[in-house]
Structures are given as structure tokens and as C-alpha cells.
């Protein structure tokens, strides 16, 4: 069975004869995003400003004004860091002044999630000529400035939890030089740890590596594959119109069914033994490549008598509930590039964002899906098969399924990307040492056991891994619910039964708080390492949501011999159940977020089982609509214009964070984050996202996916 069913017919479109009711899907987001910041900003109260708070913003302010002058102006000319007036070009050295980041407004406007940031100017530094300057930031992490130093007011205390510094410096001032040099000088204002400070440098030229070149030449191979074997797809189509009145080629590729979503292992089910070929086999292997041949199965919405079509809005649903939340957390956690701070903290203090700092469920949505399409194919193979199953292509094929697109986009990222951005932001955040020394883990699908989360190639791709390993073990499920009928599903209980356990226990003895996201510089409970390290990107903490799926894989491969019959009373209440359980995961921590914080306990009840109960959700979701009782859910999920969408999730989900990482690190300047920003920002990241995943799938994973069926048929496996 193939959800989605590819006919050789022309190109084919959506059909948008519903396309009203689909479109309250983008509705919601839209309004999801602008109710965000609808909430009123309260008037603040008229205040007399006192005069010592006058005096002690302006002397400490004075003292930081000080800091660059007395930091690059210096005489020594021992020091390589400073610019000696008498040495140098001193229209140079005014410009590595200029350049230089400055304290400015907005100085009192911090919390603990807040940070100094004086960027300066980037591309003036790079004017004055990389042989001459070169442009470094500074960086002090959370917890380089101690605790203990605060800005002291008449009637208030500021603490500075962090700084991050943009200076021109001569081109022979190497970091370490630099790091020194401005914690001495710093330490004049600020009391300082100078082991959690450090200084990166532009280097002098970006040259392409040998290995960069490399990679280079394989994309210009796969682009020159694609364009010739669409010229040749096209004249041949023409050929065999004009003389034998056929308009394709028999047995080429484009009859057969696209496998093209990491879930659907379809190909077990699809294989023709009996099929001859009629055409050579370098022509067929050739033709995998053609876009005349690709474009079709992109874009087909045809829907099949086995298609379980509401999996398509559910899965494209949450690739851009991914997306959104990424884009949220890009700016507050992992770039930090905030001009307002102060509000964009108060960003999850909404309760319309709850939905966006919960956006981790989106994940245990594709762990639903996985285990409920392995569970579902698999039953189908043994009915097939009468129980004999060929267990070593079932694990060959995934293999083959899923590397080679995830080999491009990880040569992409490690390679390439470093000539894609350039900009202030871009040298502290990227470092591709992770990649070159464990790259070999992605493709073993064991990367999420990386000692330490944030060291890890491609960080987003530990969910591959996790879900791998989850397929890896699938079968001890599998096999005995095909013999064993209902009483099989044991193990799968079991499983479930253990899993919880395993959670609960890690997170109580840890003390993890319920939302994960408050741990982050928190001084309190676990660390978001030790929770990244130990809970969240494990396959044996994750699989609830799979198991869940697994089940109802069994019930929608069983459905005809279970038969299970649906009453009024019983479709709604199921909908009134599933979507207060659904809420109350999603928006159940606004209060935990306002201050009133649970115990251990009911943390620990939280974490243990919502991503769980959230899985219970979507069953709700899948079994209304697949026995007709999802009504407009149904219809909104199941809209063809999905399917295409759908058919790009895998390579929109490892590309997306690529799209974000080149943009953020291509800024010069800090940004004003509000809401009406971030929606304007999601809507490009998500086009831009699937318009290249639309590139990677047509010239890597499509024709993977048609030349493994091929050399399968011929190998009669």
C-alpha cells in the first residue's frame, strides 16, 4: 500500500474544490501569531525621576564610553591589539574605531535573560582591508559576569547577565591576545569570570577546502544528471509520440510508485517480480533523474482506495509548527540577537504563545507517524507473504531510503554553508570542528548518543537517529501482533509500561522542571544539557508517542476483522476528550510560567506523560477520520493541496534549519523581535524552506528512491 498513489498521467494539481475550509488551517496560524502580541502593553505609571538615579546611570555609563577609547587607543607598542597612532595609518585607526561597537540606549533595560550587545559595524571594519583590520567579537556567557555585581540605583539593582562586543582590532591581534586584553579592561566596571569569556576573530581569508571543492563538483554532477536526463526524457517523449503514439517510456520509472517520506516503507509492498524490462538499464536509471518524471509525482494529489490522506495535513501541519517554533527559538535561545529584550522575554508569558514554547510536541507528531506507518505496512507485508517477511531488505532499505538526501544536506551544512554567511553573529555561532569530528555518527544513525547534545553535527538531526533506532527495534512488536492478534500487542504494552518508567525516573531524581525551556541559564533543578543529554533526544524517552502510533497502525491494518463500531455519543465525546486533552498539554504551563511553579512531582507527572497523551490525541485524530467521523477536521487534514507539501517534509526538515542559520547569520544589527516581525519571518523561512527542499528532493531523493525500486527489480528481490 502507497499513500500516495502516483498515476502515470500528466501533470496533475491540487483540486480546490474545498480549498475554502483547508485554508482555516492558515487562519489559525495567522491568528495563532498575531494574538501573540495582542495583549494590551499597560500605561506606565507617571514616576519622578530621582537624582541619584540620574548620577548613577551617568557615570557608569561614562565608564563604559571609556572602556573602547582607553581599550584601542593605547601607546604600547608591545601590544598588538592596540592601534599606536604613530605607527599606523590614522584614518585606518579612526575607522577601527568607528567600527567598533559602543555602548548605547537601552542600557537599563535588562533582565536575566537579557545581554549587552555593541556590534559595531561589520562591513566597515572589512572596508578598511582584511590585511590591515580584521573584525572580533567578544563574547561573555551567562555567568562570566558574577552574580554579585549589579548596577546599583536610588531604587532599583540591574544585573548583567552577559555582553557581547563587536571591536576592529589591527590584523596581528590574534583572540587570545584580545580576550585578555578586554577582560583587563573590563575588570576596571565589571567583576568578572574570564573563564566563561571569550574572543573569535574573522580569519584573514575564507579559501575553499579541498573537501568544499569536492562537494562542489558532486552538486554540479547531480544538477548535469538532472538537466540531461530531462532533455533526453523529453526528446524520447517526443520520439515515441511522433512514431509509435506512446508517450512515455515502458518500464522506466515513472509507472512506479514514489516512496518519498521517511516514514512509508512502502517499497516492501510495491516490488513487481514479475515485471519485464523493455528498455536498457542505463536509460532507466537515467530517467530516475528526469524533472518530467519528478515533477509529476511531486505535485500529484490523486488520492488512492488505501490512502490514508488526513496523514498528509498532519505531517505538513507539523513540519511548519516545527518551522514556527524554530524561528522563535533561533532568535531567543541560540542567537540571542535581540535589540528589545526586555519584551521579547515576555513573549511566553502570553498565554496564545503557549502554543509556540510547546512547539516540542510537533516532534512526538512525526514519532505518531513513523510508528504508525511502519506498524501499518509491515501487517500488510506478512498478510501478503503469510507471515514471511524480508526482514533484511526491511532494514537495507531504510538505509537506503533516508542517506543519501541526509548525506547531501549534511555535506551542505558542513561544507558549504560557511561560504554561504558572513556577518558578526555568524562567527561565534557556527563551528563545524563538531562535524569533523563525528559526521561518521549521523550516517550510523547513532549521533544522538553524542556525549554531549550541543557538540552534535547537524543538531536537529538527532531525531533521525532516535527514530531509526525505534525502527531498528520495531519488529519485537511487529511479529508478535501479526500471530498473536490482540493478545500480541502485549510487548507493545510492556514497552510502553517501561518507557514511562525510565522517564519518570530520570526526570524526578533529576528534579526537571515541567517546562523544559525555563532550565535554560536557570540556577535551579536540571540543566537543559543534562535534560537534552539524558531525555530528550533518547529513542528509549521518546518512544511513547511511537508505540502509541504502532498501535493504531494495528488497528487501521485490523479494522476489518476488529470492527469496531461508532455511535454518536462516543464521536463526540472522544472529540471533547481529545481536544481538552490536547489544550491542556499545550497550554496546561501558562500558570507554571507566571510564577506558580508545581511540585516535583506534578513536574515529573507532566513530563512523563504528555508527550504520551499527546500521541493518544492524534489516535483520536486518525481514527475519526479515517472511519468518517472527523467532520471539518477531516476535511481540513485530508485536503489534497496537502500532498505535495507532504512529499517535501523530510527534506524541509533538514534543510529548515539552514534557511535560519544563514539568515541570522548574515545580520549586521540587532532586531526589534514582535510578533507582527515573526510572522512576516515565519511565512519566508517556511517558503524558502520547502523551496529548497522542493530542489533537494527532485535531484536526490526522488531519483534515489526510483533507482533503489530499479536495481530491486532487477535483482528480483
Wanted: glycine content about 6%; overall charge neutral; charged content about 15%.
Amino acid at each position: 500500500a502507497d499513500f500516495r498513489h502516483v498515476p502515470s498521467s500528466p501533470l496533475a494539481f491540487p483540486n480546490f474544490e474545498r480549498s475554502a475550509v483547508p485554508m482555516f488551517g492558515f487562519c489559525l496560524v495567522a491568528a495563532l501569531l498575531l494574538c501573540c502580541s495582542s495583549a494590551p502593553h499597560a500605561r506606565p505609571k507617571t514616576q519622578h525621576v530621582h537624582v541619584q538615579s540620574v548620577n548613577d546611570i551617568t557615570r557608569f555609563a561614562d565608564k563604559l564610553v571609556q572602556l573602547q577609547s582607553r581599550l584601542q587607543l593605547s601607546r604600547d607598542d608591545n601590544d598588538p591589539c592596540a592601534f599606536n597612532a604613530a605607527g599606523n595609518d590614522t584614518y585606518a585607526g579612526i575607522k577601527m574605531l568607528d567600527a567598533s561597537g559602543k555602548p548605547g540606549s537601552n542600557l537599563m533595560s535588562l533582565t536575566n535573560s537579557g545581554m549587552w550587545q555593541w556590534l559595531g559595524d561589520y562591513d566597515e571594519c572589512a572596508s578598511i582591508g582584511h590585511e590591515v583590520a580584521q573584525y572580533c567579537l567578544f563574547e561573555a556567557e551567562y555567568g562570566a559576569v558574577l552574580p554579585e555585581f549589579t548596577i546599583p540605583l536610588a531604587n532599583k539593582t540591574f544585573h548583567i547577565p552577559a555582553l557581547r562586543w563587536g571591536l576592529c582590532v589591527p590584523r596581528q591581534c590574534n583572540a587570545s591576545a584580545l580576550t585578555t586584553k578586554v577582560i583587563e579592561t573590563i575588570r576596571e566596571v565589571i567583576v568578572f569570570n574570564s573563564s566563561l569569556a571569550t574572543a573569535i576573530c574573522q580569519p584573514s581569508q575564507i579559501e575553499f577546502s579541498s573537501f568544499a571543492i569536492v562537494v562542489i563538483v558532486l552538486c554540479c554532477i547531480i544538477g548535469l544528471l538532472v538537466v540531461v536526463a530531462t532533455v533526453v526524457d523529453y526528446l524520447h517523449d517526443c520520439v515515441k509520440r511522433i512514431f509509435y503514439g506512446s508517450n512515455r517510456l515502458e518500464g522506466s520509472g515513472s509507472s512506479e510508485k514514489l516512496i518519498n517520506s521517511y516514514e512509508e516503507e512502502s517499497v516492501l509492498l510495491a516490488a513487481d517480480k514479475n515485471s519485464t524490462q523493455k528498455s536498457s538499464l542505463f536509460l532507466e536509471l537515467l530517467l530516475c533523474f528526469s524533472l518530467v518524471q519528478n515533477v509529476p509525482k511531486l505535485l500529484d494529489t490523486t488520492r488512492s482506495a488505501k490512502n490514508i490522506a488526513c496523514l498528509h495535513g498532519i505531517r505538513t501541519l507539523s513540519m511548519m509548527w516545527v518551522i514556527l517554533g524554530h524561528c522563535y527559538a533561533f532568535y531567543l535561545i541560540l542567537f540571542r540577537n535581540i535589540a528589545n529584550t526586555e519584551e521579547a522575554v515576555k513573549l511566553p508569558l502570553h498565554f496564545s504563545f503557549q502554543a509556540i514554547s510547546n512547539a516540542l510536541f510537533s516532534v512526538d507528531s512525526f514519532f505518531f507517524l513513523s510508528g504508525l506507518l511502519v506498524m501499518y505496512l509491515s501487517l500488510q507485508q506478512l498478510d501478503l507473504t503469510a507471515g514471511s517477511f524480508p526482514w533484511i531488505k526491511f532494514y537495507v532499505h531504510r538505509f537506503l531510503r533516508l542517506t543519501p538526501t541526509y548525506a547531501m544536506a549534511l555535506l551542505i551544512y558542513w561544507q558549504l554553508m560557511p561560504y554561504f554567511v558572513d556577518g558578526p553573529l555568524w562567527m561565534g555561532m557556527y563551528n563545524n570542528k563538531f562535524c569533523d569530528d563525528s559526521w561518521w555518527t549521523n550516517l550510523l544513525y547513532i549521533n544522538n548518543f553524542t556525549p554531549k547534545f550541543n557538540n552534535m553535527c547537524m543538531g536537529w538531526s538527532w531525531f533521525l537517529a532516535a527514530d531509526t533506532q525505534m525502527y531498528v527495534i520495531s519488529p519485537i512488536v511487529i511479529i508478535p501482533a501479526f500471530f498473536y492478534s490482540i493478545l500480541g500487542l502485549i510487548p507493545l504494552a510492556v514497552l510502553l509500561a517501561v518507557v514511562l518508567g525510565v522517564i519518570a525516573t530520570i526526570v524526578t531524581v533529576k528534579e526537571f522542571p515541567a517546562n523544559v525551556l525555563s532550565m535554560y541559564r536557570s540556577t535551579s533543578g536540571g540543566s537543559t544539557e543534562e535534560y537534552q543529554n539524558m531525555v530528550y533526544g533518547k529513542f528509549y524517552t521518546r518512544a511513547a508517542p511511537y508505540l502509541v502510533g504502532m498501535a493504531v497502525g494495528y488497528y487501521l491494518a485490523r479494522r476489518d476483522r476488529l470492527k469496531l463500531k461508532s455511535f454518536q455519543l462516543w464521536t463526540v465525546g472522544g472529540w471533547i476528550l481529545a481536544a481538552g486533552l490536547g489544550v491542556t498539554i499545550v497550554y496546561g504551563l501558562y500558570d507554571y510560567n507566571h510564577g506558580h511553579h508545581y511540585s516535583q512531582a506534578a513536574s515529573s507527572l507532566y513530563l512523563t506523560f504528555s508527550s504520551c497523551l499527546w500521541g493518544v490525541c492524534l489516535a483520536w485524530v486518525v481514527y475519526a477520520c479515517t472511519s468518517g467521523n472527523g467532520g471539518i477536521v477531516d476535511n481540513i487534514l485530508s485536503w489534497t493541496g496537502w500532498f505535495p507539501l507532504s512529499r517535501l517534509t523530510y527534506s524541509a526538515y533538514l534543510l529548515h534549519p539552514v534557511v535560519l542559520i544563514v539568515y541570522q547569520g548574515s545580520l549586521r544589527q540587532l532586531t526589534f523581535m514582535d510578533n507582527l516581525h515573526m510572522a512576516y519571518y515565519f511565512v519566508a523561512v517556511t517558503g524558502l524552506s520547502y523551496a529548497s527542499a522542493a530542489v533537494l528532493s527532485l535531484c536526490v531523493e526522488f531519483p534515489v528512491a526510483a533507482v533503489e525500486k530499479i536495481v530491486l527489480k532487477r535483482l528480483r528481490v
